[in-house]
């Protein structure tokens, strides 16, 4: 049935054949933390390592490194078995498997959020393999299944996914309970096959192609879209970017620019768009650099910390992809908190690729073309 639907929509409005979810900008991990008076603590013991989750050392073991990301917000609901059992995922295009805690998990973050329970399922599937995601910070490991995996009204049946048997401590304060990662296979632990590769073969989708709208205000207002593009989420045109490896969704940038001046990214670099990581994260220096032109100054924590008064006069920061201007104004890459306001310019270590998290993606709507391998980036409304 769903195959005729696919097949209608090239007789009918394009927008009629897209899925779309609500994504939802829940509290933080940090903003939890700081409630309970525990995040100076919880980040002396837990270092931002926002790199480790593209670590091709990892990687080539089987293995899918995440990283304790205390400012990831957006999350979507989806529904997992028959009868469906509902989960709050991040949408992750940093990463490739769909995992959600289970019953079979007794880790602490498993006791706060929604479990699977794969014997109130009447369409599971159980298997022998396992699975193990290396985070920062501890890991997640457990075992996979097969199920019905509901998105966006999208039924998506026979999906191999990963279900928790124990979890990183750090999960406990998010408020997501799994993953649902929108990379390509090739990264995929356990060579299970990704969510959208799986709606794609059974042809579920019009188009192989998903795309976000981050809203920058509110907790309402995010919108992850399956199959294809909405003109409403941005003005003027898409700009097209190859891929330059067809792994994670990852580009070529050009430079970094303030005031025509070149502060980062000198002769060019390559950076991943990722939804799963909330800031904009570059190497050491790089970083350093831009954050000393903004006027920014490194707290004991490694933050770069702003004056909240001064963010009408701090200058923008432009991104050239593919030889497109991406510009950052103050307002978009400054974190206003009742703690006080620090830049989303994240330090990445030695490592000299780039992450195009939340803080570029609230800014530009952020399509991603499966069926051409490009990143399509237009300016958000």
Request: hydrophobic share 35%.
């Amino acid at each position: 049935m769903m195959k005729w639907a696919v097949v209608l929509c090239a007789l009918v409005a394009l927008s009629e054949c897209m899925h779309k979810i609500s994504l939802i900008k829940g509290k933080t991990a940090r903003e939890a933390l700081e409630e309970r008076g525990l995040w100076e603590e919880y980040r002396k013991r837990h270092p931002y390592n926002p790199i480790i989750k593209f670590d091709p050392i990892a990687a080539a073991a089987s293995n899918e490194p995440l990283t304790n990301d205390a400012d990831l917000a957006y999350y979507g609901v989806i529904s997992i078995g028959t009868p469906p059992q509902s989960f709050k995922v991040v949408f992750d295009t940093g990463s490739s498997n769909l995992w959600v805690p289970s019953v079979y998990c007794n880790s602490a973050a498993c006791g706060n959020h929604n479990t699977f329970n794969p014997s109130q399922s009447s369409t599971y599937q159980s298997t022998s393999q396992t699975l193990t995601i290396q985070y920062g910070t501890g890991s997640m490991t457990g075992i996979l299944g097969y199920d019905t995996v509901t998105v966006a009204g999208i039924v998506d049946t026979n999906q191999i996914f990963g279900l928790s048997e124990t979890e990183a401590n750090f999960m406990y304060y998010m408020e997501a309970d799994g993953i649902l990662g929108l990379a390509f296979p090739s990264i995929a632990a356990s060579g299970a096959t990704p969510v959208f590769d799986n709606m794609m073969s059974e042809g579920l989708v019009s188009q192989d192609i998903f795309s976000f709208y981050l809203s920058r205000n509110g907790q309402t207002g995010s919108i992850l879209t399956l199959g294809g593009v909405d003109q409403s989420y941005y003005n003027g045109q898409i700009n097209w970017i190859p891929l330059s490896s067809e792994s994670y969704w990852q580009i070529t940038m050009d430079q970094v620019t303030i005031n025509g001046n070149t502060v980062a990214c000198a002769g060019g670099c390559q950076a991943i768009v990722d939804s799963g990581t909330s800031l904009v994260v570059g190497p050491t220096n790089d970083i350093s650099n831009i954050n000393a032109w903004v006027g920014a100054s490194q707290n004991q924590y490694g933050e770069a910390v702003v004056s909240c008064s001064n963010i009408g006069s701090m200058p923008k920061v432009t991104f050239t992809i593919n030889g497109y201007d991406f510009t950052l104004p103050a307002s978009a890459y400054v974190f206003q908190r009742s703690s006080g306001c620090s830049t989303g310019f994240g330090n990445g270590g030695n490592d000299q690729l780039w992450i195009l998290g939340d803080v570029f993606m609230r800014e530009y709507y952020s399509v991603f073309d499966r069926a051409n391998n490009r990143v399509g980036l237009a300016q958000a409304v």
